[in-house]
C-alpha cells in the first residue's frame, strides 16, 4: 500500500482525467498506470545552489505569505525587499505600482526587451509607458527568475484542464491589491520569481521543475516609492513549484550604503545612453490603504485529499526506479505526486507548458 498525498483541489483534476478516460475506473486505477507507465529517472547534472547567510541588515517587517495567498507592502525608495524560499519549489508573482500614481506600474514586457528574458542582480525592473523607467533594482540573491510566462488565472485551469474555482495568480493577486484600492482591471503582468524556464529545440518557452531551495532569496531595491504585491503562486499542477503550493518569507529591511551602490550601478547601466525627457502626466491616483480591509482570499482552505493504493513489488520497484531523488531527497511523497500529475496531465494533452 502506498498513499498519494494532494490537496483537494488536485485530487479534483485528477478525477477529471479518470471520468475522460474509459480504461480508468478510479483515481487509484491512474496512480497505478501511471507507476506502469513511469520510466527509470536520469539523474540530473548537479546544480550549484548558493546558501543563503541570514541577512545582515536590519528588519522592519517580516511576513510569512502562506499557500493562496498575497500581501500588499508599502516600501520606500531605497529600503530593500527580500523574498525567501522556506521550504523550496515555490514559484512567486511579483507586480508592483508607483505609490504616487497607480498608473505607473511594473511592466514586464518593457522589462524583458531592456533586460533579457531573465533578470537577475545587476538588472533593473522597468515601468510602463509613458514612465518608461527604472523602478526597482535586483542587488542580491540566488533565485531564477522569468518574464516569459503570464499568470495563471480561471482562464488557464478552465482551457487546459477542465477545472474551475481554484487557486489561480490572477484572483490572489486581485484580492492582494485591493487593500489598496486596486481593482481588478489593475492587475498586469507579473515577474515570476524562482520559475525554472528554459527554450526547448522548437525554440519554444517549457517550465521545467523548480530547483529552488530553502534558503534561496531574491532582494530588490525601489528606485521610488512603490506598493510592492508578491504571492504565492497558485499553480500546483504544473513544474512551476512542482505541483505544490507552500510559504514563503517576505522581509523588508533598511538598506545599507552598499544596497545604494549596487542599485546605483544597475540603474547606470540601464540607462548609459539617457532616459527620454520625462513630462508632466495629470490625473494622478496615489495609492491609500483602506483601513477597513479585510483579507478576503477565495478557494482556501486547501484540504487534504490522500489516496491510499494497493500496488504491487513490481510497481513498487518502478517506483524506486522513477522517483527523482535530485530533486526530492526522501520526500517518497513528494515524488509520488509529480509522477502521477505529470502523467495525468500529459494523458489529457492539453497543457503543454510542462518540460
Not at 545552489?49 to 545582515?56: A, D, E, F, L, Q
Not at 485591493?178 to 515570476?192: A, C, F, K, Q, T
Request: net charge negative.
Amino acid at each position: 500500500m502506498i498513499t498519494l498525498r494532494l490537496n483537494h483541489q488536485q485530487h479534483d483534476f485528477l478525477q477529471t482525467v479518470v471520468d475522460r478516460d474509459v480504461h480508468l475506473g478510479n483515481v487509484g486505477d491512474l496512480v497505478r498506470a501511471a507507476l506502469s507507465d513511469a520510466p527509470a529517472h536520469q539523474p540530473a547534472p548537479a546544480t550549484p545552489h548558493g546558501r543563503s547567510t541570514p541577512s545582515p541588515r536590519t528588519a522592519e517587517k517580516e511576513h510569512i505569505l502562506e499557500p493562496g495567498t498575497g500581501k500588499a507592502f508599502e516600501v520606500a525608495a531605497g529600503q530593500v525587499v527580500r523574498i525567501e524560499q522556506i521550504e523550496g519549489h515555490q514559484c512567486v508573482d511579483l507586480n508592483a505600482f508607483a505609490r504616487h500614481d497607480a498608473r505607473e506600474r511594473l511592466h514586464v514586457g518593457r522589462t524583458r526587451g531592456m533586460q533579457g528574458p531573465h533578470p537577475g542582480p545587476g538588472d533593473v525592473l522597468w515601468s510602463n509607458a509613458p514612465w518608461e523607467r527604472p523602478i526597482m533594482a535586483i542587488v542580491g540573491g540566488t533565485a531564477t527568475t522569468d518574464t516569459q510566462f503570464p499568470f495563471c488565472s480561471r482562464l488557464i485551469y478552465s482551457a487546459f484542464f477542465g477545472l474551475h474555482d481554484r487557486t489561480n495568480c490572477q484572483e490572489i493577486q486581485n484580492e492582494a491589491q485591493r487593500e489598496y484600492g486596486l481593482g481588478p482591471w489593475d492587475i498586469h503582468e507579473s515577474l515570476n520569481l524562482f520559475m525554472n524556464t528554459a527554450t526547448d529545440p522548437g525554440g519554444e518557452a517549457v517550465i521545467r521543475r523548480n530547483r529552488a531551495r530553502p534558503g534561496d532569496h531574491i532582494e530588490f531595491v525601489p528606485l521610488i516609492d512603490l506598493l510592492v504585491v508578491p504571492n504565492v503562486c497558485g499553480d500546483d499542477l504544473s513544474n512551476c513549484s512542482n505541483f505544490g503550493l507552500r510559504p514563503v518569507r517576505v522581509t523588508i529591511e533598511q538598506g545599507r550604503p552598499a544596497d545604494a551602490e549596487r542599485a546605483r550601478a544597475a540603474y547606470d547601466r540601464a540607462v548609459v545612453l539617457g532616459l527620454p525627457r520625462p513630462r508632466e502626466i495629470a490625473g494622478a491616483r496615489p495609492l491609500r490603504r483602506d483601513p477597513g480591509y479585510m483579507a478576503a482570499f477565495p478557494h482556501l482552505p486547501l484540504r487534504p485529499a490522500a489516496v491510499p493504493v494497493e500496488v504491487g513489488d513490481a510497481l513498487n520497484h518502478r517506483f524506486a526506479q522513477a522517483r527523482n531523488t535530485d530533486l526530492y531527497g526522501d520526500d517518497d511523497a513528494a515524488a509520488l505526486r509529480d509522477i502521477v500529475l505529470s502523467w495525468a496531465i500529459e494523458r489529457l494533452g492539453a497543457f503543454s507548458g510542462n518540460d
